[in-house]
C-alpha cells in the first residue's frame, strides 16, 4: 500500500481565495483525521470521520473551514475565504478499529499551506 | 479533556548516550500512550504503543515506560546515534474509550557526533 497520500504537497495562495487539501487514506482503514500543525499550537485535530460520517468537527476553528468524505477512498478539507493565520502543515491520517493495535495512526506527508 | 506536557523542546545529548524524553499528562489515566517520532518535511510515524497495565515496552534500542500514579510516560533511546534526531510526540487519548488521540508538541532531540 502507498499510505496515505495528500495532494498538493505546498500551496502557495492569497488572503481571500479558497483552498481545497485533499487525502486519499489507507485502503481498509474507516477512521480519518485532519490535523493542523504549528510551532505554537502543535498538532491539533480539526475534524475525523468514522466510516465517511463526521464524528467530531469540534477542531474546527471557524465555519470558514469544511470537510468533507464522500466515499472511503477520499476526502477534502476546504477553507473558504483563506486568511495569513491559516498558515500551518494540514496533516491528513487514517486508521483501522483493530484491538491489538489500539488506533494507530498512518500520517500523509502534510501539506504546507502558505497564505500571503 | 486531557492536556500533554512534553519536558523540554530540544534536547541535546552526545551519541551513544541514552536519550531520555518526558510525557506528563493531566486528568484522568488513559487506557494506553502512544509515542511518535516525526522528521522535519514529514508527518508523525508510529513507534510504540504502552497499555496502562504495563509497566515497560522495549522494541530493539527503544524503551518506554508508563506511570499512571505519577501521570507520567519516559521514552529512552539508548545507544543514540546521529540518525536518532527527529522530534518525538506523545499521544494519548482525548478521553476514556474508543477516541481521537490528544498529542504533545513534542521534544525535538539533537544527537551530536
Known amino acids: 500500500d502507498a499510505g496515505v497520500i495528500q495532494s498538493p504537497r505546498h500551496e502557495v495562495t492569497e488572503m481571500g481565495q479558497e483552498v481545497t487539501l485533499r487525502c486519499k487514506p489507507i485502503?481498509?482503514?474507516?477512521?480519518l483525521f485532519w490535523y493542523r500543525q504549528t510551532m505554537m499550537r502543535g498538532l491539533e485535530l480539526l475534524i475525523y470521520?468514522?466510516?465517511?460520517?463526521?464524528?467530531?468537527d469540534s477542531g474546527m476553528p471557524e465555519d470558514r473551514f469544511s470537510a468533507k468524505m464522500p466515499n472511503a477512498s477520499f476526502s477534502t478539507l476546504k477553507i473558504q475565504p483563506s486568511e495569513p493565520r491559516d498558515s500551518a502543515v494540514y496533516f491528513c491520517?487514517?486508521?483501522?478499529?483493530?484491538?491489538?493495535?489500539?488506533?494507530?495512526?498512518?500520517f500523509g506527508p502534510g501539506t504546507r499551506l502558505t497564505v500571503l | 479533556s486531557q492536556k500533554i506536557e512534553q519536558n523540554s523542546e530540544a534536547l541535546n545529548i552526545q551519541e551513544g548516550k541514552t536519550a531520555t524524553l518526558t510525557c506528563n499528562y493531566t486528568?484522568?489515566?488513559?487506557?494506553?500512550l502512544q509515542w511518535y517520532r516525526q522528521d522535519p518535511g514529514r508527518g508523525p510515524v508510529f513507534l510504540l504503543l504502552?497499555?496502562?497495565?504495563?509497566k515497560e515496552k522495549r522494541k530493539e534500542r527503544l524503551k518506554v515506560t508508563f506511570d499512571t500514579t505519577l501521570k507520567q510516560s519516559l521514552f529512552h533511546i539508548t545507544a543514540s546515534q546521529p540518525a536518532d534526531s527527529a522530534t518525538y510526540l506523545c499521544?494519548?487519548?482525548?478521553?476514556?474509550?474508543?477516541?481521537?488521540?490528544?498529542f504533545g508538541k513534542g521534544t525535538r532531540l539533537s544527537v551530536i557526533a
Open positions: 491520517a487514517s486508521s483501522a478499529l483493530r484491538w491489538a493495535n489500539y488506533n494507530e495512526q498512518f
Open positions: 485502503s481498509g482503514h474507516d477512521y
Open positions: 470521520f468514522n466510516n465517511n460520517v463526521p464524528i467530531d
Open positions: 486528568n484522568y489515566s488513559p487506557a494506553y
Open positions: 504502552i497499555r496502562e497495565n504495563e
Open positions: 499521544a494519548l487519548p482525548i478521553r476514556r474509550g474508543n477516541t481521537p488521540l490528544v
